[in-house]
């Protein structure tokens, strides 16, 4: 009997051993196989007295049922056990590398960051942003500013006009920003200082004029807004956008019909090699047109002209960014030519501010 129990012991020792089901088979064809401890101890009963073997066979058949059973115990174990090893070394990574951050690929535009270059430095001079639509009204692209009906002003701005609506009005799309002097003023009550950039239409493409293009314009109305005030706004306007300690500055006369008088902007500069630098040199550069707000625009936009005036300029953003940047082509801005974007535009993060720097 206890030869019996000694086995039990030490097969179900050998069971609980077994780390894998090849040890676990061993263990199971040297109990129970044909050479097996179990087998040779039922081979025994047949050399047994009938009562012997009545409780030596019960005894070594109960033994062999538990082997059994813990056998197949052990077995769901270590199968278990092998299959979670192999999920883990066999596992598959789907998931794709991080792509590298947008800020080292995208650009800004030229464009927009010449527009928050000068929105940097008006804004530090006090001025706020004003805005309007691009499709625009006959009235505030024209009339309200002052040029008479069938003035050949009107033709001089190669207009795109709109087929006329319903009402017979036939809409523009604005050949300036000063229809946002006149939206500024029949909206705010004077003292007022602001610019306006956005894009402008005008009939006309080369290599220094696209249909689209872009202005900033500047109006200031207050009580004593004399040119004195415009001469100093444009030209801190200029050492400040074109980085340079000091410019001189032309004004011409000119005409343009919502100013009285009217002037337009040269900017000193030496043009050598393709280059163009400002602050020196003999060489003179038109940049914006300006002048005194005609009292008829003030009247038009519900101001009073003996009351208020101001003065008011008009500024090509596509031109200036050329002058800055050495860009020769007005075209290339347009067309979203990868290779032109990364060699031109900017880091995204590099915001524009007089104290950090404008363009670097
Ligand atoms: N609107 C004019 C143009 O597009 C530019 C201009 C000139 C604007 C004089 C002004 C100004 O506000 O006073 O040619």
New binding site residues.
């Given amino acids: 009997m206890s030869q019996i129990n000694e086995l039990e012991t030490q097969t179900l020792a050998a069971i609980e051993g077994a780390q894998d089901e090849a040890a676990l088979e061993q263990v199971r064809v040297a109990s129970l196989g044909k050479k097996g401890t179990i087998t040779a101890l039922l081979a025994t009963l047949g050399k047994m007295s009938p009562e012997e073997r009545k409780s030596a066979g019960a005894a070594i058949n109960a033994l062999k049922d538990k082997v059994n059973e813990a056998l197949l115990a052990r077995r769901t174990i270590v199968k278990g056990a092998a299959l979670e090893a192999r999920l883990k070394s066999e596992s598959v990574d789907v998931t794709l590398p991080v792509r590298e951050a947008p800020i080292e690929t995208g650009r800004i535009h030229p464009i927009s960051q010449v527009m928050d270059e000068l929105t940097a430095i008006f804004a530090d001079m006090g001025f706020s942003i004003a805005e309007g639509p691009d499709i625009e009204s006959d009235d505030y692209n024209f009339t309200k500013l002052n040029f008479p009906l069938g003035h050949p002003a009107r033709e001089m ?1 190669d207009t795109f006009f709109f087929n006329p609506g319903a009402d017979g009005e036939r809409k523009l799309l604005r ?4 229809p946002v ?1 006149v939206r500024t003023m029949l909206n705010a009550k004077p003292p007022i200082r602001v610019i306006c950039p956005g894009r ?1 239409y005008r009939c006309d493409s080369d290599q220094t004029h696209t249909p689209m293009f872009h ?1 900033v ?3 200031v109305i207050d009580k004593s807004a004399h040119m004195g005030h415009l001469k100093w706004i444009l030209e801190e306007f200029c050492k400040a956008f074109f980085e340079v300690p000091s410019v001189k500055m032309r004004f011409r006369p000119s005409f ?1 019909p ?2 009285e008088p ?1 002037m337009e902007v040269d900017i000193q500069c030496r043009r050598s090699g393709g280059e163009i630098r400002f602050g020196e040199g003999e060489d003179w550069l038109e940049i ?4 005194m ?1 005609h009292p008829n625009v003030l009247r038009n936009c519900g101001v009073d002209p003996d009351e208020y005036q101001g ?5 090509g953003i596509d031109r200036i960014a050329m002058l800055k940047y050495g860009m020769p082509d007005l075209r290339a801005f347009f067309e979203a030519d990868m290779r032109w974007l990364s060699h031109y535009g900017f880091r995204p993060l590099d915001l524009p501010t007089l104290a950090g720097g404008l363009s670097s």
């Fill in positions: 701005h050949t300036h920003t000063s002097q402008t202005q314009e500047g109006l343009f919502f100013t009217s914006l047109g300006c002048g707000v003065f008011a300029w008009g500024m």
